[in-house]
């Protein structure tokens, strides 16, 4: 089976930085995903690394290490609206196609 | 807006009652899924269909059951619920399930409530 592990709450400042770690153990690994929840939204999705490195989208970054079996989601001049519920997921191959497995969610709320 | 609709957005319904939720993508995907949500726990997966053949049933009791008669139409059937069945059961599709651009894109869920 697949474990993964986040911070379950986060708080943070207003244009501050905030990083959020997940670590994970699976096999069949293909990629590591971002997912973005508001209270009573649906989940959206934010990025997606299947290789080591860091890939940024606008003021969002997402990290991976294969290696280490770790992620990071980084998330830059904190704004108020950023106040959700984040979810790391691994892609893992699963009998043909790509299952996603989501961690249990970290809570960010940021503060003035 | 992802394009992924769900009905009703709330229901309540009794142990013995019998409802279907309904999800609709309009986003030409090839893969659409069933999940969980309850509170403190992670995203459960339940079902995933591609091209309208379920591939994962991932140890869900029989009184749910999933139908998918067309790539762009899932529901869900319930009957005989339990109260530990109340959760927001959320829907997604995505465009390939065994491909590399596998972004699920999710519907706004259903508030589900069991008396």
């Known amino acids: 089976g697949q474990s993964l592990e986040q911070p379950s709450e986060v708080t943070a400042v207003e244009g501050a930085i905030v990083q959020i770690n997940c670590t994970y153990q699976?096999?069949?690994?293909?990629?590591l995903s971002w997912y973005q929840q508001h209270d009573g939204g649906a989940p959206t999705f934010l990025s997606y690394?299947?290789?080591?490195g860091l890939e940024e989208t606008g003021r969002f970054s997402s990290f991976l290490s294969r290696s280490d079996s770790y992620g990071y989601l980084l998330l830059q001049e904190l704004q108020m609206k950023d106040s959700a519920s984040y979810f790391c997921?691994?892609?893992?191959?699963?009998?043909?196609?790509?299952?996603?497995?989501f961690g249990i969610g970290t809570k960010l709320q940021v503060i003035p | 807006e992802t394009g992924v609709t769900q009905t009703p957005r709330h229901l309540v319904m009794g142990m013995t009652n019998k409802k279907s939720l309904k999800c609709e993508q309009h986003?030409?995907?090839?893969?659409m899924y069933w999940y969980k949500q309850s509170a403190k726990k992670p995203l459960e997966l339940m079902f995933v269909y591609s091209l309208e053949e379920r591939v994962e049933n991932n140890s869900v009791p029989s009184r749910f059951s999933p139908e998918c008669p067309n790539s762009s139409h899932l529901f869900l059937h319930l009957h005989t619920l339990q109260p530990e069945d109340s959760a927001l059961y959320l829907c997604?599709?995505?465009?390939?399930?065994?491909?590399?651009?596998?972004?699920?894109?999710f519907g706004p869920g259903t508030r589900l409530t069991v008396l």
């Open positions: 997921a691994v892609r893992v191959n699963s009998g043909g196609y790509q299952k996603v497995t």
């Open positions: 986003l030409g995907h090839n893969a």
């Open positions: 690394n299947a290789l080591d």
């Open positions: 997604a599709s995505s465009l390939n399930p065994g491909g590399a651009d596998n972004e699920q894109f």
């Open positions: 699976t096999s069949g690994f293909y990629g």
